[in-house]
Every structure is written in C-alpha cells, then in structure tokens.
C-alpha cells in the first residue's frame, strides 16, 4: 500500500472513532486545567456564585441561608466537591494547598448540614457520645485516600503548615467560627484574605471580648489550639493584638492574661 493510501486509511479510522473516545469529557478538561498552575482560578465560579447567593451578614457574622438553597444549587456544590476530590493537592504549593483544602472543607461542611437539615447545632450530626459532630468519619476521597473533615485540618494542614491563620480559613457551620468567606480562598491572595479573616474575627465579640470589668473572654479556638499561636498565653495575646485595631487593640495593649473562653457551637443558619 502506498503511504498515501496508509494516510488516507488513517484518517478514516480516526473520524470513525466515537467522539467520547477521542474527545475528553467536560469534566477530564476542567481537571486537567485545574492540575495547572493556578488549579483553583478555574474551578471556583459555581462556588463563589453559591456563597454570593446565600451568606447574609448580620451583625458582622455571616450566616447562610441552608433553607433557601435549590436542589439544582445543591447539585452545582456537590459537583464542585467531586471535582476538587479529583485534583492532586500534593503536587501543588504551599499557598494552593491551604486554599484547596480550606475550599473542600468549607464546601463539604455545607453539604454534611444541607443533608442533614433541619438541624439547630453540626455537633447534633454523627458521631458518639465522647466526640460528637461528623469530624471523624471518612466524608472525602483525595488522591485514593479516604480522609475525614479532622484529617484535613488537623492531620494536613496543621501538621504540614506552621500557620496559625489557616484557623480563619476553616469554617465549622458554627455561630463561634471564624466567617465562612464570601468567595473561596485563592493562593494569589490567601495571605491578604487571611489577614483580613483574622481581623475581621478578633474585632467581633466572639472572636476577643472586653468585659466591663476589663477581663478578656477569647473564643474557645485560642485554647484548644493554643499550640499553633506559641509557647504560652502571651504569644497568643501578641497573636491577637498583631490583627486587632482601635479601641479593642489599645484596651488590649497592656493585658497579660485571658481569663475566660467562650464559643457559640449554634448553626450558622439564617433565621
């Protein structure tokens, strides 16, 4: 056979071809993108759109209308988690990392509560009677390996990341959380949303409180993750004075211990 008609037999062959054997799917391209340099850029407009389309702010705390959402929005979140579940988080860097893990946890925590709904508190969900809430049980697969909502937290991020901020990045579905973000975390800008989700918290009275009597109650996550603010309470307070403004940082200025804890494990619903 001649090479032209080798050519014209092998383009035969080709067009012949089903186009889902020759044309990946719509979502192997957006998997393949996301793999890429900025993984998360191209991934996150269902999810901005959802969070843009539900989080009320009332009294500086965001809270998110779990009862208004559609079952096709729904849909678009679920998507969006099964799409983060299929990148390759160890292959990219430190800053996508945190965004990535910080995005597929938050997203999956409002799945758990959309599931679940009606529910007053996420602790009221799964688990036992020594530790309640959803937090052990395997919720998510990433690169093969069944992980659990603490897994990523505590076993990834705070395992592999000095970097006590990314406790602004977490939200729980809790009134005592740090604000579920309005948009998902990008690498570009994760240090300046940090920085800006830490003030944000240390300026509400469920992040740091002066009590009339000059006593300071913090929020219960400066005592249970005491470790990854410092040595001891006065790392924390040098912690929280790095993100706190005006009145608050000048009543702040002198203290040198935090004699209360307090968190709010109430649903982060729109009421």
């Known amino acids: 056979m001649s090479r032209s008609s080798l050519f014209i037999a092998a383009c035969v062959v080709v067009l012949s071809m089903s186009p889902v054997s020759i044309v990946p799917s719509m979502a192997q391209e957006i998997t393949a993108e996301a793999n890429m340099a900025s993984p998360q850029a191209s991934l996150n407009a269902p999810y901005n759109d959802i969070l843009s389309r539900y989080i009320k702010v009332e009294d500086g705390i965001h809270l998110f209308d779990y009862a208004a959402v559609s079952p096709g929005d729904k849909e678009k979140l679920e998507a969006y988690v099964t799409t983060l579940e299929g990148l390759t988080p160890s292959a990219m860097g430190q800053n996508e990392q945190i965004a990535y893990y910080a995005n597929i946890y938050n997203a999956k925590t409002l799945l758990i509560i959309l599931d679940n709904y009606p529910v007053s508190s996420i602790r009221d969900i799964g688990g036992n009677l020594i530790f309640k809430g959803p937090w052990r049980e395997n919720v998510l697969t990433i690169e093969g390996q069944a992980l659990s909502l603490d897994n990523i937290e505590h076993d990834i991020v705070r395992a592999n990341f000095d970097e006590p901020r990314i406790h602004y990045a977490f939200n729980c579905a809790s009134i005592g959380c740090p604000n579920l973000a309005t948009k998902a975390w990008e690498a570009e800008s994760l240090d300046a949303d940090l ?77």
């Open 195 to 271: 920085d800006a989700a830490a003030r944000a918290f240390v300026a509400h009275p469920r992040g740091i409180q002066i009590k009339e009597n000059g006593k300071v109650q913090a929020s219960s996550i400066y005592k249970w993750f005491d470790e990854d603010f410092g040595n001891d309470v006065t790392d924390t307070l040098n912690h929280i004075r790095g993100f706190t403004e005006g009145e608050k940082a000048e009543a702040l200025k002198d203290v040198t211990r935090i004699h209360s804890y307090d968190y709010d494990w109430s649903l982060n619903d729109v009421k």
